[in-house]
C-alpha cells in the first residue's frame, strides 16, 4: 500500500458507523446480559433500576432446579437434533436430484423448492395450523386416503414437536440445498471419471467421492442448520403456545415469557447464557469431528 | 460462482452418473433403463415440487373462499366460487394495510442505510490497510457464533432508556449493521484490483470518492444479494418486533399476524388471506430478483 496514513484514517472513517452500532447494539447488550444474569431484576427494577441486587449464581442455580427449563432444554435438543440432520439429509438429497445430468429445467425445479425458505414464518406457521387439522387439515385427509387413521397433529403431545419438526423440513431445506449444489458443482469431473474407470457403481462413488468432497460444505450447513434450528422459537410461539402440556416450549420461548411476559429478567438472562453456551459447544464438536476424520 | 450458466452445465454431480451414457448414435436407441431412469427422476422432481408448493397454493386457494368453505370435510382444494370479500376485510375492518405500510417503511429503511454502513466497512476491511485490521476482524467473526436473543435483554433495556421502545427504529436501529453483511461485502470487495484504486488515488481522488465512484459500482453484484437479504430478513423477522412493539398502530405485519390469529382463529378464509397478505411481497421480490439472491446465497457459502 503507497499511502498507509492516509488509507488509515479513511478506514476508521468508513469501518466507524458500522462499529458503533454493532459495538454499542450487539457486543455491549451480550456483555450486559452476562452482568444481567447474577442480578434479581426483575418488574420492579424495570420501573427503577435500583431494585436490583447482585445475586451470584442464584439465578443459574434455580434454574437447575426448574423442571421447566429441563424440559425446554429437552425439546430443544429433540428439534435441533432430529429436526437439523433431516433438513440437511432433505437438502442433500434434492441437491443431488437437481443437479443430475439427466434433468432439464434446473433452475426451474430449483426456485420452487427454494420458495418455501423466502416466505414468512409466522405466515406460513399459522397456514400449517391448518392444514395440521385433525378434522379439516389436508394432512389427515390425505392419511385417510392412505388408510391411516386421523392424528391429532398440534394436540397429541407426542406428535406437537414432529410437527414443528416437518413444518421447518419443509420451510427450510431449500437454503441447504442450494449450498449443497454450489458444492457438488465445484467437485471436479475427472474424479468421477476415474472412478468410473475404477468400475465404482453410483453408491461407492456418492460414499468415496461426492461425500468426502463435500465435507467443507456439511461442515458449513451443518454448523448453520444446528445454530438456526438451537434459536427455535415463532414456530412454537404462533402453532401451539409451547403446547400441549409443555412438549414444545422451547429454550427461547421460555427466555421469552420469563423475560417479557413475566419480566423477570435477570432469570431470564441466564437462560439466554446457557443457549449460548449450547450453541458454542454443539458449534466446537462439529469442528473438533469435522478436523478428526 | 456463477449459478446454472457455469462452464460445467448442464450439471454434473454424483446422481448424474448412475446411469451409463447411451451412444450418441440414434436417440431411438437409447437404453430402456435410462428411459425408465429419467421417468423415476422426473416423477420425485415433480413430486418434490408439488410439495414444496401445497402449502403456498393452498394458502391462496384458501383466502379466496367464500366463509366457512375451508372448514369442512372434506377438504376443499379449489374454492367453489372466487371471492374477494376478505382481502375487503383486512384492508376495511382490520387495518392491515396500516401494517403492510410499517413492514414496508421498516424493510426499506433498513435495506437502504445497511447497504451503506456495510459496504463502507465491508470495503475497509477488504482494501484499506490498519493497523489491527485482522484482529478486528477475527473479533466481528466471533460474533457469529452469539445468538442474537442472547442481546436482547439488555437490548431492550437500552432501548428503553433511549425511549425507544414502541418505535420504528426501535426495530431499525438494530439491524442497520451486520456482521454477515460486513463479510459478504468484504469477501467480493477483496476482487477489486489494487491498480484500480491506486490509479484512483493517483489522481488525487479522494477516499469517499473512490469509495463512491470506483467501489460501488465494482461491489453491484453483492449489493444486489445483500438488499434482497436485508429486506427479506428484515420484512419476516418476529422476535425482536414482537419484543419492541406494544402498540398496534406500529406493528409489523407478522407481529399483527401471531395477534390476529389468537382473535380469528376460526375464520380460516380471513387468515389466509392475512398471510397472503404477509409473504405475498415478500414473495415477489424473491422471484423478480431471485437470480441475485440465489447467486448470493451459493457463492457466499462456498468461498466462505
Same mark, same amino acid.
Given at each position: ?7 488509515s ?8 458507523p ?9 457486543? +455491549? ?5 452476562l452482568l ?6 426483575d418488574i ?23 423442571p ?11 428439534f ?6 433431516? $433438513?440437511i ?6 441437491? +443431488? ?13 430449483? $426456485? ?11 405466515a406460513?406457521?399459522i ?17 385417510e ?20 419438526? &416437518?413444518?421447518a ?14 458444492g ?17 457403481g453410483p ?6 467421492v $461426492?461425500?468426502?468432497? +463435500?465435507?467443507p460444505?456439511? &461442515? ?13 422459537f ?10 400441549? &402440556?409443555?412438549?414444545? $416450549? ?14 423477570r ?6 437462560i439466554?447464557?446457557v +443457549? ?14 469435522q478436523?478428526?476424520? | ?11 454434473t ?6 446411469l ?8 431411438f ?11 423415476i ?14 402449502p ?66 465491508g ?8 493497523r489491527?485490521r ?12 452469539l445468538p ?25 436501529i438494530?439491524?442497520?449493521a451486520s ?5 459478504l461485502?468484504?469477501q ?31 461491489i453491484?453484484?453483492?449489493l444486489a ?22 402498540d398496534?398502530s406500529?406493528?409489523t ?9 389468537g ?6 378464509e ?5 398471510s ?14 431471485q437470480r441475485?439472491?440465489?447467486?448470493g ?8
Amino acid at each position: 500500500m503507497r499511502f498507509p496514513s492516509e488509507a488509515s484514517g479513511a478506514a476508521w472513517f468508513f469501518l466507524a458507523p458500522a462499529l458503533l452500532l454493532i459495538g454499542v447494539f450487539f457486543f +455491549l447488550p451480550v456483555a450486559a446480559s452476562l452482568l444481567l444474569s447474577v442480578t434479581d431484576f426483575d418488574i420492579y427494577a424495570v420501573a427503577s433500576s435500583e431494585n436490583t441486587r447482585f445475586v451470584g449464581l442464584e439465578n443459574y442455580a434455580r434454574l437447575l432446579r426448574t423442571p421447566l427449563f429441563w424440559s425446554s432444554l429437552q425439546n430443544t435438543f429433540y428439534f435441533a437434533l432430529v429436526g437439523g440432520p433431516l $433438513t440437511i439429509a432433505v437438502s442433500l438429497g434434492a441437491a +443431488l436430484l437437481l443437479d443430475a445430468k439427466l434433468v432439464r429445467w434446473k433452475s426451474f425445479f430449483r $426456485t420452487i423448492y427454494f420458495t418455501p425458505f423466502v416466505t414468512t414464518l409466522v405466515a406460513v406457521a399459522i397456514v400449517w395450523r391448518y392444514l395440521y387439522h385433525t378434522r379439516y387439515g389436508l394432512l389427515n385427509y390425505g392419511l385417510e386416503a392412505l388408510g391411516v387413521p386421523p392424528v391429532d397433529w398440534l394436540g397429541d403431545p407426542r406428535w406437537a414437536m414432529p410437527s414443528i419438526i &416437518l413444518m421447518a423440513v419443509w420451510k427450510n431445506f431449500g437454503y441447504n440445498m442450494l449450498i449443497f449444489i454450489a458444492g457438488l458443482q465445484s467437485i471436479p469431473d475427472e474424479l468421477y471419471d476415474a472412478a468410473n474407470v475404477d468400475g465404482a457403481g453410483p453408491v461407492r462413488q456418492f460414499f468415496n467421492v $461426492t461425500l468426502p468432497m +463435500l465435507r467443507p460444505t456439511l &461442515l458449513f450447513v451443518g454448523v448453520i442448520t444446528m445454530i438456526g434450528y438451537f434459536q427455535l422459537f415463532a414456530e412454537p410461539y404462533v402453532m401451539t403456545q409451547g403446547g400441549p &402440556l409443555r412438549s414444545t $416450549t422451547s429454550v427461547v420461548l421460555l427466555m421469552y415469557e420469563e423475560g417479557f411476559r413475566w419480566w423477570r429478567m435477570g432469570f431470564a438472562a441466564a437462560i439466554a447464557f446457557v +443457549l449460548f453456551l449450547v450453541i458454542l459447544g454443539f458449534t466446537l464438536v462439529q469442528f473438533r469431528i469435522q478436523r478428526e476424520r | 460462482m456463477t449459478v446454472g450458466t457455469g462452464n460445467r452445465e448442464p450439471g454434473t454431480g454424483a446422481a448424474s452418473r448412475e446411469l451409463p451414457a447411451s451412444s450418441p448414435s440414434s436417440p431411438f436407441s437409447v437404453p430402456r433403463s435410462r428411459v425408465v431412469g429419467k421417468t423415476i427422476l422426473y416423477l420425485t422432481l415433480f413430486l418434490g415440487a408439488v410439495l414444496a408448493l401445497a402449502p403456498i397454493l393452498w394458502m391462496i386457494s384458501a383466502s379466496l373462499m367464500p366463509t366457512g368453505e375451508a372448514s369442512t370435510y372434506p377438504p376443499r382444494v379449489l374454492p367453489s366460487r372466487v371471492t374477494f370479500e376478505h382481502y375487503e376485510a383486512l384492508f376495511t375492518r382490520l387495518n392491515l394495510g396500516r401494517y403492510l405500510f410499517n413492514s414496508a417503511l421498516v424493510a426499506s429503511v433498513v435495506t437502504l442505510f445497511s447497504l451503506a454502513i456495510n459496504s463502507m466497512a465491508g470495503y475497509a476491511f477488504a482494501k484499506l490497510r490498519f493497523r489491527g485490521r485482522d484482529r478486528l476482524f477475527q473479533l466481528l467473526s466471533a460474533g457469529l457464533v452469539l445468538p442474537v436473543q442472547v442481546a436482547m435483554l439488555p437490548l431492550f433495556l437500552l432501548m428503553k432508556q433511549l425511549g425507544l421502545i414502541n418505535s420504528y427504529w426501535g426495530i431499525i436501529i438494530p439491524g442497520l449493521a451486520s456482521i454477515f453483511g460486513i463479510f459478504l461485502i468484504r469477501q467480493y470487495a477483496q476482487s477489486i484490483p489494487d491498480d484500480m484504486l491506486d490509479a484512483a488515488r493517483i489522481d488525487g481522488a479522494s477516499e469517499l470518492r473512490i469509495y463512491r465512484s470506483v467501489v460501488l459500482p465494482g461491489i453491484v453484484p453483492i449489493l444486489a444479494t445483500l438488499a434482497i437479504w436485508t429486506f427479506l430478513a428484515t420484512w419476516n423477522d418476529f422476535m425482536w418486533p414482537l419484543i419492541v412493539l406494544s402498540d398496534e398502530s406500529h406493528y409489523t405485519l407478522p407481529v399483527a399476524l401471531a395477534n390476529l390469529v389468537g382473535e380469528h382463529v376460526q375464520d380460516t378464509e380471513l387468515m389466509m388471506a392475512s398471510s397472503v397478505l404477509t409473504t405475498l411481497p415478500v414473495l415477489l421480490v424473491f422471484l423478480f430478483l431471485q437470480r441475485y439472491y440465489i447467486q448470493g446465497v451459493m457463492a457466499g457459502s462456498v468461498k466462505g
